[in-house]
Each structure stands twice: as structure tokens, then as C-alpha cells.
């Protein structure tokens, strides 16, 4: 079995190797990076990253900076370590999609179990893949797959296209759709979903034959 990735991100050396020596005789492969360009350097040069521990102050790009970044393409777990324990500054870092916090100093031993208990929460959605007729979904990396080629989309289409194939052989109604991949309760114009599925299916190739236009009704997603 592969050992699970983790990328710890500070400008302390010092502390980069205690982090990563505790992390290490758990078993866990760790990389590294000491400021915010290197890191997001080192997180998208690797695809297997399964947790990111990241200092919130840093050179050239600070902690909020890489997590913004990061929140883009993947939704990937991210520590944040921090001086810091004012109440805004967490708030802030949730609204970003901050999932874990620990305040320096801190006992290794309490991070090493933080980040088994926060890996071990987040295994069910790492594993989680949608497949359906040469698409593949990877919903941890937030990726799209058609025949093994990337297929680049926005953050609505890929939850669109995912809602599909959650759904395959159903037809969903506008309304419904939207409910579901908006979050929203919908009483206007529904052209929003119709224009969503044009862009869906000029980025599908071939494939864009999945997606069925119900008359009257909606769309239906089915594998020919």
C-alpha cells in the first residue's frame, strides 16, 4: 500500500524538521516547501498530496495566499499552523476553507493525532471516483477524465456534470437541478442550466451525446 503524502509548508527549518521527522516514524511520506511559491510549486507538481500543513506567515506568499490558491483546483485538507488565536483570524481561515487549526508551540505528538484524525475524516471523499462511460470524476483532486485526457472545467460544470452522473437514467428537471447543484430554491429564468449544459457538452467531445434534452421536462444523462 502506498504511504500517504503529506506537504508541510513553513519558513522555519527548524520547525519543517520536527514536523516532518514525527510525521515520518508514523509512516507518512513527507515533502516540503519553505515559502508560498515553493509550495504551490511542490503541491501541484505532486498529484498525490493527501494533506497540506501550512504556516500562516510567510515569505513572498502568506498562508491565505497558498490556501486560496489551493481551494481553485482541489479540496484537499489543509492545517494551518498559527501564532495567532484571535477569533477572526480562525473565522477567516474557515470562510477560505481552513480544516484544521493548531496554535504554535504545540506538542508533536497532539499534531501527529490531529493529522491521523483529520486524514481518517476526510478518507471517504479521497477515495470517492465517479466513472461512467470513459469519464472519470475524481472528486478529492476536483479533475474530470475522458478517455484518460484531462478535460478542464469550471468549478459549476464539474458539479454539474457530477450531478449527472449521480443521476444517470434519470430525467431532472430544471428546478431540480438547480436546487441541487445551486443550492438554491429557483422561480426565474432557467436558461442559467441551459447554458451551463452547453459549455458542459462542447468540453465533452463525443461524449456530450450523454447528455439527453428532455423536452418539457429537462435533461436526462445516459451512457449510449
Known sequence: MDTVKILMVDDEDRMRKLVHDYLSREGYTVVEAADGEQALKVFFDNKDIALVILDV?????DGWEVLKEIRQYSQVPVMMLTAKSEEKDELQGFKLGV???ISKPFSP???VARVTALLKRNR???DDKLEAGGI??????HTVTIDGNPVELSFKEFE????FIENQGIALSREKILNNVWNYDYFGDA??????????RSKMGDRESYIHTVWGIGYKFEVE
Do not use: C, N, S
Request: glycine share 0%; no cysteine; charged share 30%.
Open 136 to 141: 472519470v470524476i475524481d472528486k478529492q483532486a
Open 191 to 200: 436558461r442559467t442550466i441551459d447554458t451551463h449544459v452547453k459549455k458542459l
Open 99 to 101: 480544516d484544521e487549526y
Open 124 to 126: 471517504t471523499v479521497t
Open 109 to 111: 505528538k497532539v499534531l
Open 57 to 61: 506567515m510567510m515569505p513572498k506568499l
Open 160 to 163: 454539474l456534470l457530477q450531478y
